[in-house]
């Protein structure tokens, strides 16, 4: 196809000097040279043929037909470059929207967790059984997670974890960090390495010994300005002294939300264990799987060791089930609905672009009308007509999609900012144009060359070759079949516009009712504050009121501030239209 040994003029000219040898020998044997010429051309047959015939023995035809096409589109495309800019345009927006919006879909639903194996982790959580399977309303008690520990057979691993959040003092600067208390193999279950340091022990989970600490990497930078001796130093976090025995990877987040300073052993106390603390489902529990066990055989296991444990410790599990759902599934269960209403929104977008394009080019084929008749009186097929206008629609679109790739790239870094604002899921950091997207955005293309490219194509293979021929050159007024698709096209258009208009209404206008709601006060000039005091200090609830009333009682001096009032523990300050807000030490 490509090396060929014998080009076709080496054919042609062959062919040539056969006939010539042919008429040389005819005229010697006394014919003239038009009798000998023509003799010589009789006998060796339809030269014409021949040459096609090596034409075709020495490629594929499919491909050499496409190249034609693709070049006499090209072609096309440059003698009309007002019609070819506009559709460009138009196509590159619709695709690259749809890219956009798609590298936020694969950044957080299709792309797997950054674990090793991220398919063998699962999420554990106790359930209600009449709420249905799967539905994971609690995390686990201890004393259960201790049964699932001895009793399964399917996991390798099982971890567990809690939010805490301490004081941290030191150097008379106090902070509260947000931590997590783990147990022993929490980091080594996800295949997570400190970047200095190492693990807990199992040792270190035992109540008493569990005053160490691994901090994170900007805790690290901020308050030990990085220094590499920063193991075996110690911390205060709520007056008692931790060690620091690692640091963790600056990428480390796990979850969404704010990034956690602090990780401290899980050291659970005796009562915790035991029986009081079996209606304590305050633990989230993680597994991995061991490899070639699915989510059914787990779950099997899991409803088994719940129905022994209902037996056994009715009071405290009679009625709630072990649910087991894929880490992946559980981390973003409550994005999934939004990002597909999103998505779906940008598709409908894109089918308006399919038929604005494919009106295009049905208004192009009016000017078309005489060359698409010309060539099927000439012996062009409905196929091969049908095969041209779909190869200039991919052209259209494949153009249309690489713009459309340059205008998603610049689209997912201003999505990517913007949706940093209001979340911090980590799987943003990673949001970008991946393998995925870019396949994501070829199919795109090729699918929006079929459905813009298909209705024009066949529109123009059923030309009604005597009436086209007979009309005047001049003429361009659509027949009643042209007249009627493109109709359709406009209904379709309205149709989809309507949809996306009336969501987007009701969209605002549920907007504007949450904004108007009446919450019952004038939330005008007010500031509220969320105090978390330290256990160790205010245990009691005696002493939790006694702070408040103290705040209280400072707050209203401050100038400018009208009334103070407090409610659990969130404390809410108004303040005089009249004057600023005030800083409250």
């Known amino acids: 196809m490509f090396r060929r040994k014998r080009k076709l003029d080496d054919f042609t000219a062959e062919i040539d000097a056969h006939l010539e040898h042919e008429i040389a020998r005819l005229r010697e044997q006394g014919l003239t040279e038009a009798e000998a010429r023509n003799t010589a051309r009789r006998e060796f047959g339809n030269v014409t043929r021949a040459r096609e015939d090596f034409y075709e023995s020495h490629r594929w035809l499919w491909l050499d037909h496409l190249a034609q096409d693709i070049r006499y589109g090209l072609h096309m495309q440059g003698k009309s470059p007002g019609f070819t800019i506009i559709a460009i345009l138009t196509l590159a927006l619709g695709i690259g929207a749809n890219t956009s919006i798609f590298s936020l879909v694969n950044a957080i639903l299709i792309r797997p967790l950054p674990y090793p194996n991220p398919e063998q982790l699962v999420g554990l959580g106790q359930s ?34 809690r939010f805490h959040s301490y004081n941290l003092i030191e150097n008379n600067a106090p902070e509260r960090v947000e931590s997590f208390q783990i147990s022993s193999s929490f980091l080594p279950m996800f295949g997570i390495e400190p970047h200095i340091g190492r693990y807990f022990s199992e040792e270190e989970t035992q109540p008493g010994k569990d005053a160490v600490a691994i901090i994170s990497f900007g805790l690290w930078q901020r308050r030990f300005a990085g220094t590499p001796d920063v193991l075996g130093k110690s911390i205060l976090l709520d007056q008692r002294r931790y060690t620091i025995v690692g640091v963790m990877p600056r990428d480390f987040q796990y979850m969404w939300g704010a990034p956690v300073d602090l990780l401290v052993p899980l050291a659970p106390t005796p009562a915790e264990r035991g029986e009081a603390g079996r209606n304590s489902r305050n633990m989230e529990t993680l597994a991995r799987m061991k490899s070639g066990v699915t989510h059914e055989q787990a779950q099997s296991e899991m409803n088994a060791i719940a129905a022994r444990l209902a037996q056994e410790f009715p009071d405290a599990n009679k009625g709630w089930n072990i649910t087991v759902e894929p880490l992946h599934a559980a981390y973003h269960r409550h994005l999934v609905q939004p990002l597909l209403v999103l998505m779906g929104a940008v598709s409908f977008v894109l089918l308006i672009v399919c038929a604005n394009v494919a009106n295009l080019l049905l208004s192009r084929l009016t000017g078309r009308r005489r060359e698409v008749a010309i060539r099927l009186a000439m012996g ?8 041209q206008f779909l190869t200039e629609s991919l052209l259209l679109a494949l153009i249309g999609g690489a713009c459309g790739l340059l205008l998603g790239y610049w689209g997912t870094a201003l999505l990517r900012v913007q949706a940093t604002k209001y979340t911090g899921h980590p799987a943003l950091k990673e949001m970008g144009l991946d393998w995925r997207v870019l396949l994501f955005t070829v199919a795109v293309a090729l699918l929006t060359s079929i459905i813009f490219g298909l209705a024009p194509a066949l529109h123009a293979s059923k030309a009604n070759l005597n009436d086209t021929l007979k009309e005047s050159a001049l003429s361009v007024t659509p027949e009643t079949g042209h007249r009627r698709l493109r109709s359709a096209l406009v209904i379709a258009e309205t149709a989809l516009a309507i949809v996306l208009m009336t969501g987007a209404g009701l969209l605002i206008r549920t907007f504007t009712r949450l904004v108007g709601v009446d919450i019952g006060f004038n939330p005008n000039n007010a500031v509220s504050m969320w105090v978390t005091l330290p256990q160790y200090k205010y245990s009691a609830g005696a002493q939790q009121f006694a702070f408040f009333r103290d705040v209280l009682d400072r707050v209203r001096t401050i100038p400018g501030v009208e009334a103070a009032a407090s409610h659990e523990w969130v404390a809410d300050v108004f303040f005089n239209p009249a004057n600023q807000p005030l800083p409250i030490p």
């Open 128 to 161: 209600r059984i009449q709420q249905g399977a799967g539905y994971i309303q609690t995390g686990v008690s201890l004393p259960n997670i201790d049964a699932i520990v001895l009793q399964n057979t399917v996991f390798q691993q099982v971890a567990y974890y």
């Open 380 to 387: 062009a097929s409905n196929g091969r007509m049908i095969r």
